[in-house]
C-alpha cells in the first residue's frame, strides 16, 4: 500500500481517536472518562492526542458536533426536490420518526450541560453549535409557510423540531412518537399561519 501522506496520517489518527472517543464517553460518560483512557482505546500516545485535540471537552464537542452535522444533512436530503407545505411537513415527520429512537450522545449531551454550566466558554460554543444547527433546520422549515406569515422564527422552528424528535422523555414512551409531536406542533403553527388575518 502506499505510504500516506503526513495530512493523511494526522487524519486518520484524529478519526481513530474520535472513534476512541464516543466508545469511552459512551461506557464513562464526559466526567469519567479521560485522556489518557482515549489514548489508549485509540492505541495512541497523550501526546497524540493533544497533537489533536485541546482537552476532553473538545474532543466531545467536536463528536456532537459532527453528529449535528450529519443531521442537518439528513433533513436536507429529506427535503430535497420538496416543495408543497404539507409534503415539507410529512417529511420532517418522517425524518423525526426514524431518529427519535436511534442511538445517539443524547445522554452525554446532558452529561455536556451540566459540567458547560461550570465552565464559560464551554456554554458559549454549547450555545453556538445547537443555535447553528436549529436556524439551519428552521430556514428549511419555513419555506413550507405563506411568505412574511410563519408564526415563529427560523430559531425557534428548528429548536420546535429537534427538540421533540431528540426529547429524553420520549426514548422511554412507545407513544407518541417524536414525528406525531412535530406534526401536531407544526400543523397547528400552519392552521395559524394560514387562518385570515384579523382587520382593524
Known sequence: MPRLTREESRTLTREKLMLAAAKVFAREGLGGASI???AEEAGYTKGAFYSNFD???DIFLQLVEATTQQNIEKIQTALAGVSAPEEIIE???TWANTHTHEPDMRPLVLDLIRHAKQD???TKRHTELFTKQWT???KLLLRAFPKGRAPATALELGALVMELTYGTAVQFHAGPTGGTLVRIALNG???AAQAPQKTR
Open 136 to 138: 439551519i433546520v428552521g
Open 55 to 57: 482537552s476532553k471537552e
Open 36 to 38: 489518557d483512557r482515549i
Open 189 to 191: 403553527l400552519m392552521a
Open 91 to 93: 417529511a420532517v415527520c
Open 120 to 122: 464559560a466558554a464551554l
